[in-house]
């Protein structure tokens, strides 16, 4: 495929935080977009070597020179398609964001609440399994202070909730005394083995890209949300 072309000499400059001497990293150093999304459109291509870039080095280490530099183009023709970095980060971050919703979404809502559980954080396995470096760009995101991070955390709030009404409505979930909280609390509960597999993997000595371990911590969620931790007190004690 050809390379997407250069911008011309009118292009918005380009910020001064991106380096001539800030190359992509070796991992990903020579990739052309062409060769690696040849089914998408250049702004897609160039989103999605940016998507593989912030989930390895994070969006505050990553530049638009590293972006073009991994894509095979020049900075210019990146901006031709993203003007600002903020509009290639919001980018990833809506494509990301998409593609959990679209892997999850209904997923459930008909089974048993065991197998509906089951069968949720099956397609979610299968999404990571498919697409591994999402995790690594959750993890990253919501670890780096800035307005895409909350942005993603609102937008993964927003799309649980309408989920969580799914499963109310056919009778899985209960509804919250605070919902706005508690299905905060529950999406970090289910968002663990991406934002703390590090911690995970260090301090049980677990293994999340082993599947016995990914079921041993499945078990222990589904504990979790399906009996209660305190039971009531019968009030004789």
């Known amino acids: 495929m050809a390379r997407t072309a250069r911008q011309p000499a009118t292009a918005p400059p ?18 052309r ?40 183009v020049s900075a210019g023709a ?23 919703i679209d892997a999850v979404h209904g997923v459930g809502t008909a089974d048993p609440l065991a197998d509906a559980l089951t069968n949720r954080r099956d397609a979610w396995e299968d999404l990571l399994r498919d697409q591994p470096y999402l995790a690594d760009y959750i993890r990253r995101v919501l670890a780096e202070d800035g307005e895409q991070s909350v942005a993603y955390f609102k937008q993964s709030l927003a799309s649980l909730y309408d989920e969580m009404a799914a499963l109310t409505e056919a009778g899985l979930a209960r509804r919250l005394d605070d919902p706005e909280v508690g299905i905060a609390l529950y999406w970090m509960l289910v968002s663990a083995r991406v934002l703390l597999r590090p911690q995970l993997e260090a301090a ?3 293994d999340l890209s082993d599947p016995a371990d990914i079921e041993r911590l499945h078990r222990a969620e589904i504990d979790l949300l399906t009996k209660p931790l305190f039971p009531p007190q019968d009030g004789t004690g």
Do not use: N, Y
């Open 14 to 31: 380009e910020p001064v935080a991106d380096r001539a001497d800030d190359p992509a990293p070796a991992s990903l150093r020579g990739v």
């Open 78 to 100: 990146v901006m031709h398609h993203f003007p600002t970095k903020a509009a290639l980060e919001q980018a990833v971050h809506a494509s990301v964001g998409k593609r959990v």
């Open 204 to 206: 049980l000595g677990l």
């Open 33 to 72: 977009v062409g060769a690696v999304f040849e089914d998408l459109s250049p702004s897609a291509q160039i989103r999605e070597v940016a998507l593989r870039l912030f989930a390895e080095r994070g969006i505050g280490a990553t530049s638009i020179r590293a972006v073009a530099a991994a894509a095979g």
